[in-house]
């Protein structure tokens, strides 16, 4: 059972367009949602997250839109460049809890 | 701080055969995660710790995995016996603890295991 699903496996980006990465979850109880990099052969690193009382949060290139209503999350990136190229995960989690439940990963290609 | 360590880095085993996994988290973390990655399933956690506490095992897939944490510097999971359909990437984490609210958790390089 995947609460949290990220459907497309893998995305290309023009260098210098808009890169949208998108993310659907199941259970409502998740209340904190977070974005994770990963390049080849390193761990996932923290990237962006959003609280549920939150719609939006920006922090540079990168924007996370939620939409609680559809359980649905995306990230943004703007302008793409060849160095976001990378895995990324989103992930959710309980207020409170520790357990995080990721995604399936979106692999992100930005071409010169 | 030279992050969180895991060895090995690449692991090739044949079917039956014991494996074990280690890591050492950042100083002064009190969290520690096991992850282990697939095409299918993405990244799944297999068991936290909280203060060298196991607090959630239920992402172990069965009796033939195990892990511990004797001490606040150092964890081990170990699979015995291994099958092929064990071959995936295996993270550990470590974080602070407490709130998860704002908290992030610091990954390792990963063990690549590939079972025969």
């Known amino acids: 059972d995947q609460q949290v699903k990220q459907n497309s496996p893998s995305l290309s980006v023009q260098e210098g367009r808009i890169s949208i990465l998108n993310c659907d979850y199941t259970n409502s109880m998740f209340d904190y949602f977070l974005w994770y990099k990963k390049y080849p052969a390193e761990g996932p690193t923290f990237l962006i997250s959003i609280s549920s009382i939150k719609d939006k949060n920006e922090d540079g290139r990168f924007t996370v839109f939620l939409n609680k209503s559809a359980k649905h999350l995306s990230l943004h990136i703007v302008p793409s460049q060849p160095g976001d190229s990378a895995v990324y995960f989103c992930?959710?989690?309980?207020?409170?809890?520790?357990?995080?439940?990721f995604g399936q990963g979106t692999r992100l290609t930005i071409n010169p | 701080d030279a992050g969180v360590i895991q060895s090995p880095r690449h692991e090739v085993t044949e079917m039956g055969q014991e494996v074990t996994l280690r890591c050492k988290p950042i100083?002064?973390?009190?969290?520690l995660f096991w992850y282990r990655q697939t095409m299918m399933r993405g990244l799944e956690l297999l068991i936290y710790?909280?203060?060298?506490?196991?607090?959630?095992d239920s992402g172990m897939p069965e009796d033939r995995f195990s892990a511990k944490m004797p001490n606040a510097s150092f964890s081990t999971l170990k699979i015995q016996p291994s099958e092929p359909r064990d071959s995936a990437v295996y993270f550990c984490a470590s974080g602070s603890g407490g709130s998860y609210l704002g908290e992030t958790q610091y990954f390792g390089p990963g063990t690549r295991l590939l079972v025969l």
């Open positions: 992930a959710a989690v309980r207020e409170g809890a520790q357990k995080l439940v």
């Open positions: 100083s002064g973390h009190n969290s």
């Open positions: 710790f909280n203060n060298n506490v196991p607090i959630d």
